[in-house]
């Protein structure tokens, strides 16, 4: 599930450079047009933008594309699919899109009631049909908050999103962002990267076990971590680094096995 906040991480900026993106300049310039620069209706109409500059990212959208009903019903196919929101909270998002398409405000109300009209299931099948790029979505999904605010911070997921289900996939990206969230940028795309790994050895070892299930006892922790431990020092030898450097790495691993997997239930001390 790709989130609003991911979608801003990784676009960072973009509502005020438009002209650049996909032809959505006089979109941008429209919505804004309809709120005041202060208070919540222009946050509101930003994150619009923000997600719908996304939805034309992934299914490749044309600078000269029409944004039309038919593009706001795949829209909302797109909000339910990646974004996995409801009516409501996909209501909220599209309506200052419709208000800068279709004007006067009546017009706007008209179009925004037959987007809610249609079945979902036609919305989303509008949606698949525009084909939706994997990799631009894996792109958003692989960005992660840090301590600092307006900075997003890329991960390598590796072979996790093969190996794992996608509702598997969500809660251990939930689990990440949370634990990502209070580090400095200075060390996230480290550490995320190293409890990725440590994580895809940690399936690797126990295939088809849902992830909230995923529990090591107290024998088999302290096996998979003394393999883990051996790995994080070999890489760094092999790498030309010296012993101090390799027992180094091994107390940073040390420090995320207990501040991630023991803490979220992965492994037992």
């Given at each position: 599930m790709i989130t609003l906040t991911q979608i801003k991480l990784h676009d960072m900026g973009i509502p005020h450079e438009t002209r650049k993106l996909h032809g959505i300049a006089e979109l941008h310039e429209k919505t804004f047009k309809h709120y005041?620069?202060?208070?919540?209706?222009?946050?509101?109409?930003?994150?619009?933008?923000?997600?719908?500059?996304?939805f034309f990212m992934i299914t490749k959208g044309h600078s000269n594309a029409r944004v039309d009903l038919k593009k706001l019903i795949a829209f909302r196919g797109f909000l339910?699919?990646?974004?996995?929101?409801?009516?409501?909270?996909?209501?909220?998002?599209?309506?200052p899109i419709a208000g800068a398409i279709f004007q006067p405000t009546?017009?706007?109300?008209?179009?925004?009631?037959?987007?809610?009209?249609?079945?979902?299931?036609?919305?989303?099948?509008?949606?698949?049909?525009?084909?939706?790029?994997?990799?631009?979505?894996?792109?958003?999904?692989?960005?992660?908050?840090?301590q600092e605010p307006d900075i997003g911070i890329y991960l390598d997921f590796g072979h996790l999103r093969t190996m794992l289900a996608e509702a598997d996939l969500t809660y251990f990206s939930e689990l990440l962002a949370k634990h990502l969230k209070t580090t400095s940028h200075i060390y996230t795309q480290g550490f995320g990267n190293s409890i990725c790994g440590i994580m895809q050895g940690l399936v690797y070892e126990n295939p088809g076990k849902p992830l909230p299930e995923l529990r090591l006892g107290k024998e088999r922790t302290k096996a998979f971590v003394g393999q883990v431990e051996y790995q994080a020092v070999d890489q760094v030898l092999k790498a030309g680094y010296s012993i101090e450097q390799a027992f180094e790495n091994r107390e940073v691993i040390r420090d995320l096995i207990s501040n991630f997997f023991v803490r979220n239930g992965f492994l037992t001390i």
């Open positions: 005041d620069n202060t208070g919540s209706a222009e946050l509101d109409a930003r994150d619009s933008l923000f997600a719908f500059n996304a339910s699919i990646e974004m996995k929101m409801d009516d409501n909270e996909a209501r909220h998002l599209l309506q009546d017009e706007a109300i008209q179009a925004t009631h037959q987007i809610f009209d249609t079945p979902i299931a036609l919305c989303k099948e509008r949606y698949l049909a525009l084909s939706p790029s994997k990799q631009k979505i894996e792109e958003y999904l692989s960005v992660f908050e840090c």
